[in-house]
């Protein structure tokens, strides 16, 4: 595990613009080995699409069934994974941290909002300091910032919270949902990786696109589960039409 984690951390260092590290996101064991096969050097679960493979709404999953479902996806795969943990389930830093590798995760994204509603982002820093002291090397510590998700769309704002979260020791920032455009005026008022939100069919900006703006590293969030579940409606549309009444 912890050599896991450190390769982890050491794909994101000496990234150059149009470079990004690429982290898709599986929400099964199957869609993990798939991801793995297909060459990608880590994966970075989303919560939402292992919500709707567990039938749940996004952010109604239960702890337990979350980390099951994280720990199916890293015994799957022999690539580093990361997990969305969300809000961190009202969990004690320290049991938060140990939940995490029982599951085999070496690192996590933890939102800064609740119920639609940013926290008070000096008290979230704190809370956040306590997950980094708890986790020591062993996880690398995603901070996600809402503001642009929940309709803040001033960057100094984004930017004045990811200074607290980086100071606090967040590896990493992730303004979700942060218009492409605005993604260099973010790399240049904020320290160290920086997250990027892409479609994963051609939606917006591709990957390397977003590397050049300022994108240490690139997510999907649920885009893939939804996708392929739009594609497994359209192979049932066909094959229900070729079974309906009066076809041969």
Known sequence: MPERAAAFRALHRHRVPGDPLVLPGPWDAAS???????????????????AASLGYEDGRTPAGEMFAAVARITRAVDVPVSADVEGGYGLAPKELVE???????????????????LK??????????????AAGGLLFVN?????FLLGVDDPGRTIERAALYVAAGADCVYPIRAPAEVLPLLRSGIEGPVNALAGPDGDGPSPAELGERGATRVTFGPGLQRAATAALRESAARIRARTAPGRA
């Open 143 to 147: 901070a996600r910032v809402d503001t």
């Open 32 to 50: 993990a080995r798939a991801l793995a096969e297909a060459g990608f050097p880590a994966l970075a679960t989303p919560s939402a699409g292992i």
């Open 99 to 117: 939940r995490l590798l029982e599951a085999g995760a070496v690192g996590c994204n933890l939102e800064d909002s609740a119920d639609g509603v």
């Open 120 to 133: 008070d982002p000096r008290r979230h820093a704190e809370w956040l300091a306590e997950v980094r002291a």
